[in-house]
């Protein structure tokens, strides 16, 4: 078995569930931006087919796959340096899910924890595709031979089933045909918190919409929620040992540090001593200076509906492009007769 050398290629993705959080901003799309920089191809995709393992009103869907991609372009992300698509426009994402369920073994997709917190005593009603939603996120990396998985923390076990489906593909077929690709989760927002509970990440279905910051919330919205920010009565220390046990002063600091590309060790010792009542309005300032932008851009962007529909197809077929040759391959290393 030969060992190939593959071309570094970045994929990433966000479901288009609405609601997208300051989270994915600094989780994700934040650093989607900055390694379309570095020279790498990149694609970046709206996972409708991932959205639907949980109902979704269709005009909504329509709207927030629209509204993400408003958000990848008002951020930075360019459809002309970075593949920008929906998943549903490529029909290899379903195609090569299909062969990894029949991959993947039912112990690995139990150990899913993502899978446990979100069906929680109601598994058997849930929807199988909730279910077997890692096989299809494996596919949708794997189709395109990537490389490098830039996710926040929560999205980790998923790429390293990942790993292990490309891995156990190539063993079962006696090839290298798949690269066992790296999640790439670093800087300061790989896990930004709840803003009202220090010890729940910050995730676009909380029910309470002060715990998050949103992408659309307006200057006001924006300050409003971080004057209203769970924090404790002690003053800022000036060392991250000393936030052990702080963990929703520990969240602001990563906020700052994530929104103002510093280290989280560079900001606490610029901040150390200050109370919250004077921490807060740096934050807030900070926060509204890079996020309202964004929040107005996304809002002129999806005054063109037409235009963003038009990237969105265009992205698609760049993407199909590089997935076809490497799905015909598949179905031809499984042994599936390929006749027209
Ligand atoms: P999703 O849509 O839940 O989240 C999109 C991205 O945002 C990151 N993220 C966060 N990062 C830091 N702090 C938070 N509080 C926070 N909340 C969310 C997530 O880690 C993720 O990077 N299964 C994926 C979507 C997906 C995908 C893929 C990702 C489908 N196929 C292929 C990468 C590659 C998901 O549900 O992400």
């Known amino acids: 078995m030969s060992k190939t050398a593959f071309t570094p290629r970045v994929f990433s993705g966000i479901q288009p569930s609405g609601n997208l959080t300051l989270g994915n901003y600094l989780g994700a799309v934040k650093r989607f931006v900055e390694m379309q920089e570095s020279g790498i191809q ?84 849930m929807s199988l595709g909730l279910y077997a939603y890692p096989a299809l ?66 995730s676009k279905s909380d029910p309470s919409d002060n715990s998050r910051i949103n992408m659309t919330d307006d200057a006001d919205t924006i300050a409003k929620k971080i004057r209203k920010a769970k924090t404790d009565p002690e003053p800022l220390p000036d060392n991250l040992d000393a936030l052990k046990d702080r963990p929703e002063a520990r969240n602001l600091i990563n906020i700052y540090a994530g929104l103002s590309d510093q280290k989280p060790e560079a900001v606490i010792a610029e901040v150390a001593g200050q109370q919250f009542g004077q921490f807060k309005p740096l934050l ?23 235009e963003i529909d038009r990237i969105l197809g265009k992205g698609a077929d760049r993407a199909a492009e590089i997935a076809e040759p490497i799905l015909a391959k598949t179905f031809d290393i499984m042994g599936m007769v390929r006749s027209r």
């Open 137 to 202: 996120m494996a596919a949708d990396i794997l189709l395109y031979h990537t490389t490098h998985v830039p996710v926040g923390e929560d999205q980790k076990q998923h790429v390293e089933l990942t790993r292990d489906i490309a891995a156990k593909f190539n063993h079962d077929y006696k090839t290298d045909f798949f690269p066992i690709p790296e999640p790439v989760i670093d800087g300061a927002g790989t896990r930004v918190m709840s803003l009202r509970d220090g010890s729940k990440k910050m």
């Open 42 to 125: 990149t694609i970046y995709c709206m996972v409708d087919l991932h959205a639907v393992t949980v109902w979704q009103d269709p005009e909504k869907l329509r709207h927030n796959t629209r509204e993400l991609a408003a958000a990848y372009i008002a951020c930075g992300l360019d459809a002309e340096k970075s593949i920008l698509f929906n998943q549903s426009q490529v029909s290899g994402h379903a195609e090569l899910g299909w062969l990894f369920s029949c991959v993947a073994r039912l112990g690995w997709m139990n150990r899913m924890t993502q899978f446990k917190d979100k069906a929680g005593k109601n598994a058997e009603k």
């Open 284 to 306: 807030a300032d900070l926060a509204v200076a890079k996020l309202a932008p964004i929040g107005d851009e996304m809002a002129r962007l999806m005054g063109d509906v037409a």
